[in-house]
């Protein structure tokens, strides 16, 4: 029986993660997914988006200066500075994005399309079948609203535990530095990640998942899509358009206190890349810094703060090309394993990796 199972599973795995590049289709579909990369709402870089991120750029810009100051060249000067932009690190991230863009689209996505499924046949067995839940044939409007806030919320508070994981897990920690090295933030060093990350988030969000598939797959989509905006959900079109870009950028931009505490702002993410030890475990939200309040991790530092980022201690060599990027992170968990299949159990903490620069 279990061998089925297995079977069956590495089947629909298999099946899953080759889908895109299995068919002429499934290639063309791929490149599709790229080709709206600006232009689909399901896209973190759709246009109106980037819009709204620049126009909380340019309000920081108007606090932030004298009016006698304003000019073009300053303005311009103040969003696209080339220290940042022509930075090393930057650099990287644009060609990583090239190679994780990739990844993503014929291998990551498909992957996530599969498992989803897997885990909405297994939340149907295990919340219809046995414990007997009715699931909403309807839904009023206010309702259907009420519930994409809900699993927006839910969603987002499974990745930050996963984030949290991601730091005090050494092994985890191995491949999250990954996205911690980049020295100069840029809205692509939001894509500097590690395949591995998408495992662990998606793992630790599977719940999330099938108990969304479950409670909404009896409502007609017809209803579901009433309360959509351009065919995302309205929760979703809101914090697209909340300047979330610039959480990844060299502008340390504050909400002010009230904002700070339930969305990651530009200061609360950018605090969370600080090399500062003072840092360090802090803001592990990522979309709403309401868990890391609640929780007790938030930290935003005062006005006049200076953030360096990137790994302290850490041999920048090791950051420096996208191969090592992708296979370090490998090679330094396989010797973090060695070493305590030698010395005993997994006991040290991410202050002692960091300190060895693993
Ligand atoms: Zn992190
Ligand atoms: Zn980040």
Redesign the pocket.
């Known amino acids: 029986m279990w061998i089925e199972t297995v079977q069956w599973l590495f089947e629909r795995f298999s099946e899953y993660a080759l889908s895109a590049l299995s068919s002429w289709n499934g290639v063309v579909a791929a490149l599709g997914e790229i080709g709206g990369t600006f232009t689909k709402l399901t896209s973190g870089l759709a246009w109106p988006y980037v819009l709204a991120s620049m126009t909380v750029a340019g309000g920081g810009y108007l606090l932030s200066k004298p009016r006698a100051a304003w000019s073009t060249k300053s303005f311009s000067a103040f969003l696209f500075p080339a220290q940042v932009l022509a930075h090393p690190s930057a650099k990287l991230d644009y060609r990583f994005y090239v190679v994780s863009t990739l990844i993503n689209v014929f291998l990551c996505v498909p992957m996530l399309v599969g498992f989803s499924a897997l885990i909405g046949k297994i939340g149907r067995v295990v919340l219809v079948d046995y414990a007997g839940w009715a699931p909403p044939d309807t839904l009023s409007v206010p309702a259907l609203f009420a519930a994409a806030l809900g699993f927006y919320l839910l969603h987002d508070f499974m990745n930050y535990w996963s984030?949290v994981l991601?730091?005090k897990v050494p092994l985890l920690w191995a491949f999250?530095q990954v996205?911690?090295s980049a020295d100069v933030l840029t809205p692509i060093s939001a894509y500097r990640a590690h395949p591995m990350e998408f495992f662990v988030t998606a793992t630790l969000r599977a719940p999330v998942i099938g108990l969304a598939f479950v409670f909404y797959q009896a409502i007609p989509a017809q209803e579901i899509a009433a309360t959509a905006v351009f065919g995302v959900s309205l929760v979703g079109f809101l914090y697209g358009i909340s300047g979330f870009h610039l959480q990844h950028s060299h502008l340390p931009i504050s909400y002010g206190p009230l904002l700070n505490r339930i969305l990651v702002t530009p200061i609360v993410h950018q605090t969370?890349h600080s090399n500062d030890p003072r840092h360090h475990d802090k803001n592990?939200g990522v979309k709403f810094a309401l868990w890391d309040w609640i929780f007790g991790t938030l930290c935003v530092p005062a006005r006049h703060e200076r953030l360096q980022f990137g790994l302290a201690g850490a041999n920048k060599e090791d950051f420096a090309t996208v191969g090592k990027l992708y296979v370090g992170p490998f090679k330094r968990a396989g010797g973090l394993i060695r070493r305590s299949l030698a010395s005993g159990p997994f006991a040290r903490s991410q202050n002692a990796v960091r300190s060895e620069g693993l």
């Open positions: 984030h991601l730091h999250h996205h911690h969370h592990f």
